[in-house]
């Protein structure tokens, strides 16, 4: 008996001692993991909102990617992010029953900031906000090749005119860089296709430097009339010359404002001030807008007829490039007199030359020329009747902090994955759309994704249909954002592409995917934007037949938000309720009793842990769908032991 209390002493002593030791080294283990996620917070980036994002949890800062190298040390296993270009170690060491984990950081980087490129003069005061919340290279006068060896390093570029963006530095910043910001209006600088291929967002400056350049347009407008320019290098040059620069009066002139946006629109609004009469050409302009001013909108042609001045402020595209040329000139008015404040590229500078010489234009003022610096030698910068600045058009004190305040907070706005209002290669949503979207966005991507691993055989999807049951109407949901995300969830999973909403329709249009929208009305609150989002994929064929709807070819499947939360709602025929979180097996199954214990039991055995589970049937003791969610992916043998169980059909994992 005392041997047999003994040895029940010294095992409830041994028992107690293994238990004390096994809290011991769960207290380690937490401490370290602990120490871990610091390390894993210090060096994490921000995440760039899967709107904008070329993964859902696309990451910026040092790197696109993030690798976790696991150590194993004694019989704790630390993750520890390993971060490209960052100088950052960590190192655990173990003793004296701690854990201590020592983090080296040499380089800023490892904080989560991202980095932005500044190759172009910013006025600090854009600066000091950029660098509130990023890295700041300031990189001047950079050549293409320089460029494009620093892009991949970077998170975002803001240029002036200056630089050309072209494709081969979206190429070269191998899909890290995510923002381009244009420090003033113009965006033809920059590769406006390349950088949507590519899924780079693309903002400008549009309002800051409004002002200052319609200012500098009516003051070479009065300087051209007057002859100021011509009339001061005489008087320097020693001359008194009077009878030689009489100019002509601006009052009751005709002007002809060749672009009426937002500079145009207030140098007609200074002209009318100064007693001239003011037409515009602008066939995307608003007629109503133009009459509140007192503007008359008029052709092209009827323009060049009827003006004694010509003031340029269009767009340079493949349209207007050197719209104003030989024909253009023939047929102004004679003696016509043009400034040009715009781009350059506008007119054809040789036939400007023709026209001057030949009387057509009496005088020209230019602010812009399609080579910048122009040559020495150039004959148009040298012609007696041409005035010229230096691209002045925005260089006011104001307007350089206001454009450089203007870039930066929308450079910064789209690192935190905001749809700047400046965009220009991206749909305009509105903050508040996307705020109220958001779950509805994550829902319409995993429902892409789902539907895209469930289509099996070689055909790739072509056809997709989705519909939008709501009880707004039509022009208050706005799914543009629906569209993007369900377009990157069908196709990021089986390609290397990178989709988000700058090129979402491009790359769909690329691939040959065909996506049609319809609404349907309900009877919902009008609060609650969507009740659900189903999406088909036609002419396929799927791994899991019952996603298929009896007599049809559409793998269907339908989700709603439930608590804020996405939730899969229909599979084919088959209702279910299910949390689109983590990862699904789905079975079909004859429905009978046991059927949701036996496959409890054989994850179980597995340590496969079970989120919920969900059964959706047609009529009783028929066929049902199983719809079980799972916290890890379970290997392959254990998905054969589920479908070795007599009573299930078919079954498929699907990974989110």
Known sequence: MAAMTGSLRAAIECCGTTRLAQQQQQQQQQQAAGQARRLQQLSSHVVFRSVLAGRGMMEMGTSSRR??????????????????????AAVVTEGGGSVAVETRVQSNDVLGKPTVLVAEKLGEAGIALLRKVANVDCSYNLTPQELCSKISLCDALIVRSGTKVTREV????????????????GIDNVDLQAATEVGCLVVNAPTAN?????????????????????????????????????????????????????????????AKGLGMHVIAHDPYASAERARALGVELVSFDEALSRADFISLHMPLTPTTDKIFNDESFKKCKKGVRIVNVARGGVIDEDALVRALDSGIVAQAALDVFTVEPPKEDNKLVQHENVVVTPHLGASTK??????????????????????????????????????????????????????????SGVAGVK????????????????TRLLRAMITKGLIEPVSDAFINLVNADYVAKQRG??????????????????????????????KFA?????????????????????????????????SLEGSIILCRQV????????????????????????????????????????????PKAVLQKLGGIAAIEELVFLKL
């Open 398 to 455: 104001e307007a350089q902090e206001g454009v450089a305040v203007e870039i930066a907070e929308a450079v910064v706005g789209a690192l935190a994955g905001e749809l700047a209002a400046t965009a220009v290669n991206a749909p305009m949503v509105p903050a508040e759309t996307i705020s109220e979207l958001a779950p509805y966005v994550t829902l319409a991507e995993k429902l892409g994704r789902l539907a895209v691993q469930l289509v």
């Open 591 to 634: 429905d009978q009793p046991g059927m949701i214990g036996k496959v409890g039991s054989v994850l179980g055995e597995e340590n496969i842990n079970i989120s919920f589970m969900s059964v959706g049937r047609i009529s009783p003791r028929e066929h049902a769908v199983m719809a079980i969610g799972v916290d890890d992916e379970p």
């Open 513 to 542: 995917l065909r996506i049609s929208e319809e609404r349907q009305p309900s009877d919902g609150a009008i609060e609650v934007p969507l009740d659900t989002i189903q999406v088909k994929l036609f002419h396929l064929e799927s």
């Open 546 to 578: 019952s996603a298929v709807p009896d007599h049809t070819s559409e793998i269907t499947l339908e989700g709603k938000v439930k608590d804020g939360v996405p939730h899969l709602s229909k599979v084919g025929s088959f209702s279910v309720d299910v």
């Open 170 to 185: 979206f190429e070269a910043s191998n899909g890290r860089l995510k923002v381009v910001g244009r420090a003033g209006v």
């Open 67 to 88: 690798k976790e190298e696991v150590r194993d040390v004694g019989r704790m296993v630390v993750l520890l992010p390993m971060v490209r270009a960052v100088n950052a």
């Open 210 to 270: 409004t002002v200052a350049a319609a200012e500098h347009g009516i003051a070479l407008l009065s300087a051209l009339a007057r002859n100021v320019a011509q009339a001061s290098a005489s008087m320097k040059a020693g001359k008194w010359q009077r009878s030689k620069y009489v100019g002509v009066s601006l009052v009751d002139k005709t002007l002809a404002v060749m672009g009426f946006g937002k500079v145009g629109s207030e140098v007609g609004r200074r």
């Open 463 to 478: 056809d997709v249909k989705v519909t939008y049951l709501s009880a707004r109407a039509d022009d208050d949901l706005d």
